[in-house]
């Protein structure tokens, strides 16, 4: 299956600060915070949600086209990328910017608060599947990025019939609703975590079964509750991966999404698809850095099945 992921590619700075975010701010002075964590630990990593997602989907097996802009300090990234087995043909670097950097701080119950600088993601926009592409895809993946890029992508996706999965993420707290209707209106399957959910539902007034009700298949995260997907009238539940400790929570829904993608290009059914994506994203959830995982896809079976039984399907995996 040629699938494209479009999003943001990124260095990562990732902290973790030992106490608790909520200890410090004061519920009747969030109009004027004004507060400095002091953080324990500093890990600068590879990063970027279009990138986090080819990642652990090449370490499935697949060779999927990332696509999307890069500054002038690439090359290191570009290299681990290429040997992961990602296809880097379509990423374009601007020669006078920096690669996009997302600063990340965690507390010690893995609540989260991230900047995003953009770099050279900004110059994303205009750059069309068309310009990079001999032909169509079978599907494209329109992850976080410029915001008028996503849109971009959108459009052409749906003048060209090509199906896409939106995965607005973080841009959703940017995202006017009827941006975010926009895409939403063209994409086949839309997935977010719970409170994206939420924020779109309430700058869109759309609901559940309204979005069901148009056809589309909605994929929501739940964190620790696992994973709910509604299709063809129908809804799946899967629960989590069991780990054994969890290190730290970044790029989990970037490896979950990976897993549902190897499932659908494998087209296995919705619950087996999700069950991939939870032991994709327990992998990650068990490492500092959302690309420092590695599995080979025999280790990856013999796992999966100490939870799951996918009934033989995924003994063609090792062949």
Not at 82 to 109: C, K, M, Q, Y
Not at 187 to 201: D, G, H, K, T
Request: with cysteine; glycine share 10%.
């Amino acid at each position: 299956m040629r699938i494209v992921i479009t999003g943001s590619i990124a260095y990562d700075y990732l902290m973790r600060f030992p106490g608790r975010f909520r200890d410090h701010l004061i519920a009747d002075k969030l109009d004027r915070i004004s507060v400095s964590f002091l953080v324990e630990s500093l890990h600068r990593q590879r990063g970027g949600v279009g990138a986090n997602i080819a990642y652990s989907l090449a370490l499935l097996g697949e060779r999927p086209i990332l696509m999307g802009t890069v500054g002038h300090d690439f090359g290191d990234y570009r290299t681990w990328l290429e040997e992961a087995g990602v296809d880097l043909s379509a990423v374009r670097e601007i020669p006078h910017e920096f690669t996009a950097s997302f600063f990340a701080n965690t507390d010690a119950e893995n609540n989260q608060i991230g900047s995003f600088y953009t770099g050279a993601m900004a110059y994303s926009k205009d750059y069309r599947l068309a310009d990079v592409l001999d032909e169509n895809p079978d599907l494209v993946v329109v992850s976080p990025s410029d915001p008028t890029a996503m849109s971009q992508l959108a459009d052409e996706c749906c003048v060209q019939e090509i199906p896409f999965m939106y995965d607005p993420s973080q841009q959703v707290i940017w995202l006017e609703g009827d941006v975010l209707v926009h895409g939403i209106d063209r994409c086949r399957m839309l997935i977010v975590n719970e409170y994206e959910w939420e924020m779109i539902a309430n700058k869109t007034g759309l609901t559940l079964d309204a979005l069901v009700a148009q056809g589309k298949t909605l994929i929501v995260t739940h964190g620790g509750e696992g994973s709910h997907i509604y299709a063809g009238g129908e809804h799946y539940h899967v629960p989590v991966f069991p780990v054994t400790k969890i290190v730290d929570p970044t790029g989990v829904g970037d490896a979950y999404r990976a897993g549902l993608l190897k499932g659908i290009a494998c087209g296995f059914d919705w619950t087996q698809c999700a069950q991939i994506g939870a032991l994709a994203a327990a992998y990650v959830l068990e490492h500092v850095g959302t690309q420092d995982h590695h599995y080979t896809l025999a280790e990856f079976v013999d796992r999966f099945r100490t939870v799951f039984d996918d009934q033989g399907a995924l003994d063609a995996w090792l062949k």
